[in-house]
């Protein structure tokens, strides 16, 4: 998650708050571990990509740190449609060219969030 996340920051997790939106920063679990990524899409919702960019219900992702996006090989490939399920969201990480994310392995189901992360320390807030 860097650039957001550095190596060294403290960090909370708050089991909690489970109304998850755009640009949170969450934990989930991942086959036998955990990643940290950033909520690009919510239940419902509709992802496209095309030219490079990812459109969100028709809407350009427009999240300053996830402006630049690189696709690799993996489930979602340019000129690709995915409308997520009910329980379902899209994790993106914000070093996007070298992101294992949703884009790599598709969406993530909402029991799989582990929770929120808030930064403790340094000058990048949640």
Sequence with gaps: MEPTIMAGQSLALNKF????????????????????????????ETIEVKEGSIFINDQ????????????QSGSLQSSTT??????????IG???????????????KFDAILGKIRILNGDKSD
Excluded at 60 to 71: A, D, E, G, Q, R
Aim: charged share 20%; glycine share 8%.
């Design 60 to 71: 350009k992702l427009t999240t300053p740190s996830i402006l630049k996006v690189h696709f």
């Design 17 to 44: 708050d489970t109304d998850y939106q755009h640009g949170d920063v969450v934990i989930f679990k991942y086959k036998t571990g955990t990643l940290v990524k950033r909520v690009a899409a919510l239940p419902g």
């Design 94 to 108: 914000d070093n996007t060219v070298q992101s294992f994310d949703s884009r790599n392995f598709g969406p993530i």
């Design 82 to 91: 995915l409308t997520l399920g009910a329980s379902e969201y899209f994790m």
